[in-house]
């Protein structure tokens, strides 16, 4: 078990070392790192059970793949489909078989070869995707293209995480002994995986979700991760494979944007573990033993990947521009490269210390890879092509919605339909599983969760989306919704439903100038037919109930100012029906004129 100590470091090295890093303008992972060397052996020494913490942070990684998986819809695949299966799997391919290629002429076997050239052909997608999003480059070519590539980069190292221990079995001295058991094993366990997933998952959430209590439905879906990372390490394949299936088979149910929500803070904090886990075993021994290898070799495999992927893109007849960034940005190595050659160690594939080595070339690179980046935005970038820096590309999810819908009851339903038949995008959240159940019967795509909730309001891509429509029926939870807007999407515009005049009064507060009371629109048709029933022409109904309609929206601003004052208010209310009755009676001669 770790000491409460080594906790407290952990926690105040993150405290200090991510927003140090941030405000230098460089990314949060290079400062978990950082803070793990300097807790390390090498420095202060201050955190003694380092394989301990080693084995905990992998968890990190483990959720990081469910999430990945809960991602993994098949539209999205299909919208990214040449750049992933095309794009991806030709990187992978070269990169491996160059670096492979270097690694045999060092005098590495055939077997350890292929893993280094493997592992290092894999870039770190957490890294690379927050410097992306930092600069605001997730939208241009270069930065769609990154985002495919990683992709399949983190499918291909889900086979490669289980073939490791098969690849060492086939090596062992009687390999035909146990290799088609263990091949059969899991198989077995992977359609089970599926299976079992697809049948007992949902149900499993539906019953939860049913009970409305969200600490029970956060253990729902870390049992979920936790118990298919533990069956698939049992078959001896990779928990992480375990959670990606898991991911996967829930990606598209209505719990995929509450499930990220509940899964984001523990990925973020293990994540954050996991890279400080690297700079605590990072042996820097070696750069004091061996400095120059260690150099050179860092220099190589950013060089060596920059070229590759560079010349790949070019080949491909990619855009100078497009072509550079790309190989620049994926030239550091990858998390995954920690996990594989950690495995291949205890496996014998891989002999410990060149394990040892290339963990600390790839944690330099990932080090220096953010500097040159910076490098060559600032250098080389825009020289290259100055009249694409400016240009404008897709978004990288298809699925992108305009709108978010929070609330798909009566109201919601309604502004559903309308933007459905304009073809306009939308996500829609609702916190009622029951009522979730039955309008997903007729085809509507909605998902459970809170929408007070800032993770999910960041998992539905609140940041991007044009407008909110804030359709809640409970007033608490309506006035929490926007409030958590306000506060953390301050340029998203809500256009919010009111149960009544006092609900408007919260609303107007929040700074939501488009509000609807929920009754108005049917009281005001019931008024119009109601005076047509009594003799009034149609005409002279509608236009009355019009200026109703005008004048009791300029009297709910007025009395805005002074709701809190309650005998203000019954004044305003006193003198807004006198000007409503003087104003009909203004409206008598014009009817006397018309007949």
Do not use: C
């Not at 000491?3 to 200090?16: F, G, K, N, P, T």
């Not at 055939?110 to 957490?126: E, H, I, W």
């Not at 959240?429 to 039955?438: C, K």
């Amino acid at each position: 078990m770790i000491e409460l100590d080594d906790v407290a470091w952990l926690l105040a090295a993150a405290v200090i070392a991510v927003p140090l890093f941030r405000r230098l303008q460089l990314s949060s992972v290079l400062g978990y790192v950082a803070a793990g060397v300097v807790l390390g052996p090498w420095a202060l020494g201050a955190v003694t059970d380092v394989d301990r913490i080693q084995h905990i942070s992998e968890f990190g990684v483990v959720l990081l793949l469910f999430v990945i998986g809960l991602e993994l819809q098949p539209s999205r695949l299909w919208a990214l489909r040449r750049t992933v299966f095309g794009l991806g799997a030709l990187q992978v391919v070269s990169v491996s078989v160059v670096v492979a290629g270097i690694a045999l002429a060092f005098g590495l076997d055939l077997r350890a070869a292929l893993v280094v050239g493997f592992a290092l052909s894999l870039a770190s997608t957490p890294l690379v995707l927050q410097i992306l999003a930092e600069r605001g480059q997730l939208t241009t070519q270069p930065g769609r293209a990154a985002f495919g590539i990683l992709l399949f980069q983190d499918l291909a190292a889900l086979p490669a995480l289980a073939a490791l221990p098969l690849l060492a079995t086939a090596t062992a001295a009687e390999p035909d002994a146990h290799a088609g058991v263990e091949i059969l094993k899991i198989a077995v366990v992977l359609i089970g995986l599926i299976v079992g997933g697809r049948l007992l998952l949902r149900p499993l959430l539906r019953v939860v979700a049913k009970t409305k209590v969200t600490e029970a439905f956060t253990a729902a879906a870390l049992l979920i991760v936790v118990g298919t990372s533990l069956v698939a390490d049992a078959a001896g394949l990779s928990m992480a494979l375990g959670a990606f299936i898991a991911g996967v088979m829930l990606a598209d149910s209505e719990f995929r944007h509450e499930l990220d929500a509940d899964i984001q803070p523990f990925k973020g904090l293990f994540l954050g573990l996991f890279f400080i886990s690297v700079g605590l075993s990072a042996n820097l021994g070696l750069i004091a033993s061996q400095p120059l290898l260690v150099l050179v070799l860092t220099l190589a495999l950013l060089v060596t990947k920059a070229a590759v992927q560079s010349g790949l893109g070019l080949a491909l007849r990619q855009p100078r521009q497009t072509a550079f960034g790309l190989g620049i940005t994926l030239a550091t190595g990858g998390e995954f490269a920690f996990v594989l050659f950690g495995i291949a160690a205890r496996e014998r594939i891989l002999p410990a210390a060149v394990a040892d080595l290339l963990v600390l070339v790839v944690t330099l690179s990932m080090v220096l890879g953010p500097l040159l980046l910076s490098a060559y935005a600032k250098f080389v970038h825009a020289r290259l092509d100055p009249q694409s820096a400016s240009r404008p590309f897709d978004r990288i999810d298809a699925r992108e919605p305009r709108v978010i819908i929070a609330g798909f009851g009566r109201v919601g339903q309604i502004v559903g339909r309308v933007l459905r038949a304009r073809r306009i995008r939308f996500t829609a959240l609702d916190a009622n599983q029951t009522h979730i159940d039955f309008i997903r019967r007729f085809g509507n795509e909605i998902y459970y969760g809170d929408a007070s909730r800032l993770e999910l309001l960041r998992a539905a891509d609140a940041a991007h989306a044009d407008l909110l429509v804030l359709a809640i029926d409970d007033v608490e939870a309506s006035v929490r919704t926007a409030e958590m807007v306000r506060r953390h999407f301050p340029d998203l515009p809500i256009v919010a439903r009111a149960r009544n005049r006092q609900h408007a009064f919260r609303l107007l507060d929040l700074g939501v100038s488009e509000v609807f009371r929920e009754t108005l629109g049917t009281s005001l048709d019931m008024a119009t037919a109601t005076l047509v029933a009594l003799g009034d022409q149609p005409v002279d109904a509608r236009r009355r109930v019009a200026q109703f309609r005008e004048h009791d929206a300029a009297t709910l601003l007025r009395q805005h100012a002074i709701k809190d004052d309650e005998s203000k208010l019954i004044a305003s209310a006193r003198e807004s029906a006198t000007q409503l009755e003087q104003l009909f009676e203004a409206d008598v001669p014009k009817e006397a004129d018309r007949t």
